[in-house]
């Protein structure tokens, strides 16, 4: 409960901030469009009113201040108009519309996922080539870094390119961009979690005699859990920034990106934050899911307590 | 019968030397050391921090290399001996995986080592009653006390029955009465399974109460000062620490201490 009017608190905070930024945003707009209307506003010429600035015209006509909250192409939509747009995009459209948002955001999502695992099972891999390794430890970690340090939105075209001209194109670019960049929390925190068992643990296999296998699935593996689902969780709101980024450079029909870019094109500012919302909020159900699944592993685990 | 029983030495060590090369140049770990432990002993090693009681029980199980001297366990190396699963070994924490029941926390050297699914029930059943933990098995590590998780790590460390029972400061972490209690208990596990017990400890009493032979030690370099034979019957109740002969035997241990200068710099 207290929780939930935190959140409420803050929401509500915010909405207030945006509502305000909306009316400087757009009051240029909005006073031309009342003018060829007919509407007296001041000052009168379009001239002056570029000389004033956003707060002058906004102290000096207040009266326009609803219908900046209004305005069709605005600067910056208000957030009711997002909330309708995201309505009417999800609810009102059939699922096989082109505009319809829950069209666009499965194109993403599968693109999502498919990354998703191949960055996730590629950075399990590595993590424990690299805790059982010397030489991988040594090689693997620093590129592992440096791979991230690259620009995703420059290295996003190369990989398109690359992988057009050998004829793979489709849903596999998108995922190799989401998979580079899911790996790598991925192979952070396994890599830490593999290690995680102490001196002690690994002292108590010994007396045992056990062999490296069976330290790894008995001890390492199980004690990596906490670990790899932290991983996940940050792995796959990579993937979906990944699937989005992939989208953009190709001019893509379809998927959030290219909804983003189309409204960009075309100035629908609307367009772009409903998009931009419809991805957030994607996101926090991809991670609230994986905060479940994790609670339930764990707790099955006796992890939890 | 008994006699020639008890006389066969399980763990030999002749001229024992240990250094550790460190940062700061070599450490002195164990010098000169010699002992034998005999079949069904219970010897503990006692002496202040740094002194090398638990380097040297980690010798007896391979988990560290002496540099000098020679050292057999059941007339092997002590490598030999820890790939023929000759020990169980209980440390200071109890260790217990907190993704396993304490019933598959004991099961887990038993399912390293092979042994059938029949077989582990059987003996996860009967070394949970020996240390008393019967119907505890299907509890995790987190809803037991600290006592009980240190005798469900002693449980695992009995469950593929090894005849030496290697054992660093288990009670160290634990209150003295839960402490008292314990050492009553592994007194009578030990008379239940005659196995041959090393164990390092800082009290003297827990020292003098539990063992038939009591190693002294000092530090730098880690050597031993006394072994003392104790005169104390093989059977006691806590309350032998009351008499004249607990108090003499705990006299020489603590002037053996002393002797070591342990606590002069």
């Known amino acids: 409960m207290k929780q939930v009017v935190a959140i409420l608190t803050v929401v509500a905070v915010i909405a207030l901030i945006w509502y305000a930024a909306c009316v400087p945003m757009n009051i240029k707009g909005v006073l031309s469009e009342l003018e060829r209307?007919?509407?007296?506003?001041?000052?009168?010429?379009?001239?002056?009113?570029?000389?004033?600035?956003?707060?002058?015209?906004?102290?000096?006509?207040?009266?326009?201040?609803?219908?900046?909250?209004?305005?069709?192409?605005?600067?910056?939509?208000?957030?009711?108009?997002?909330?309708?747009?995201?309505?009417?995009?999800?609810?009102?459209?059939?699922?096989?519309?082109?505009?319809?948002?829950?069209?666009?955001?499965?194109?993403?999502?599968?693109?999502?996922?498919?990354?998703?695992?191949?960055?996730?099972?590629?950075?399990?891999?590595?993590?424990?080539?690299?805790?059982?390794?010397?030489?991988?430890?040594?090689?693997?970690?620093?590129?592992?870094?440096?791979?991230?340090?690259?620009?995703?939105?420059?290295?996003?075209?190369?990989?398109i390119v690359v992988l057009y001209s050998v004829g793979v194109q489709g849903i596999i670019p998108k995922a190799i961009i989401s998979a580079y960049l899911s790996f790598f929390p991925v192979v952070v925190g396994m890599v830490k979690g593999l290690r995680s068992p102490d001196a002690m643990q690994l002292d108590l296999l010994q007396t045992y005699n056990a062999s490296r296998s069976q330290g790894f699935w008995k001890l390492r593996l199980p004690a990596s859990m906490p670990y790899l689902f932290t991983s996940l969780k940050i792995g796959i709101a990579a993937s979906l920034v990944g699937a989005i980024v992939g989208e953009l450079p190709t001019g893509a029909v379809a998927g959030l990106g290219a909804r983003l870019l189309a409204g960009s094109y075309y100035g629908q500012t609307v367009q772009i934050w409903s998009a931009l919302f419809a991805a957030a909020i994607l996101a926090a159900c991809l991670v609230g899911l994986l905060g479940l699944v994790e609670r339930m592993v764990l707790k099955r685990m006796g992890m939890a307590q | 019968m008994n006699t020639e029983s008890t006389t066969q030495p399980v763990i030999q060590a002749r001229q024992l030397d240990l250094t550790f090369q460190t940062n700061d140049g070599p450490v002195h770990a164990l010098k000169d050391v010699n002992l034998t432990i005999d079949k069904g002993d219970f010897v503990s090693f006692i002496g202040p921090s740094g002194c090398g009681k638990t380097t040297f029980l980690r010798c007896i199980a391979a988990l560290e290399t002496p540099t000098g001297g020679t050292l057999t366990v059941n007339d092997m190396t002590p490598d030999e001996a820890r790939r023929k699963r000759a020990y169980g070994y209980v440390f200071q924490a109890a260790g217990l995986y907190p993704w396993r029941t304490i019933s598959k926390n004991i099961k887990l050297p038993l399912e390293i080592m092979g042994y059938s699914a029949a077989e582990q029930d059987e003996r996860v059943n009967k070394v949970l009653e020996l240390v008393d933990l019967a119907g505890f098995g299907g509890k995790f590590p987190w809803q037991l006390s600290g006592g009980m998780q240190q005798r469900a790590s002693i449980a695992r460390a009995l469950a593929f029955d090894a005849d030496i029972l290697l054992m660093d400061e288990p009670f160290g972490a634990l209150d003295e009465i839960v402490r008292d209690h314990l050492n009553e208990q592994l007194l009578a596990l030990w008379a239940r399974t005659e196995k041959t017990i090393g164990f390092v400890t800082h009290s003297i009493p827990e020292a003098v109460y539990l063992s038939t032979k009591i190693v002294v030690m000092s530090p730098r370099p880690g050597r031993i000062t006394d072994v003392i034979d104790s005169p104390l019957p093989r059977e006691r109740q806590l309350d032998i620490r009351d008499t004249p002969e607990f108090i003499e035997v705990a006299h020489r241990v603590r002037d053996g201490l002393r002797a070591g200068h342990s606590y002069d710099d």
């Open chain 1, 37 to 159: 209307g007919g509407a007296e506003v001041q000052p009168p010429t379009a001239s002056a009113r570029r000389d004033l600035g956003e707060f002058g015209l906004v102290v000096n006509n207040t009266f326009a201040i609803p219908a900046a909250w209004e305005k069709k192409k605005p600067r910056l939509p208000s957030p009711h108009q997002v909330v309708i747009e995201l309505w009417e995009t999800t609810v009102e459209k059939k699922i096989t519309s082109k505009r319809s948002l829950i069209y666009h955001g499965w194109v993403t999502l599968s693109a999502t996922m498919l990354g998703f695992v191949i960055g996730t099972g590629l950075g399990i891999l590595l993590a424990v080539g690299i805790v059982h390794s010397r030489v991988m430890d040594l090689s693997v970690m620093p590129w592992a870094i440096v791979s991230q340090t690259i620009p995703i939105i420059a290295l996003a075209p190369m990989i």
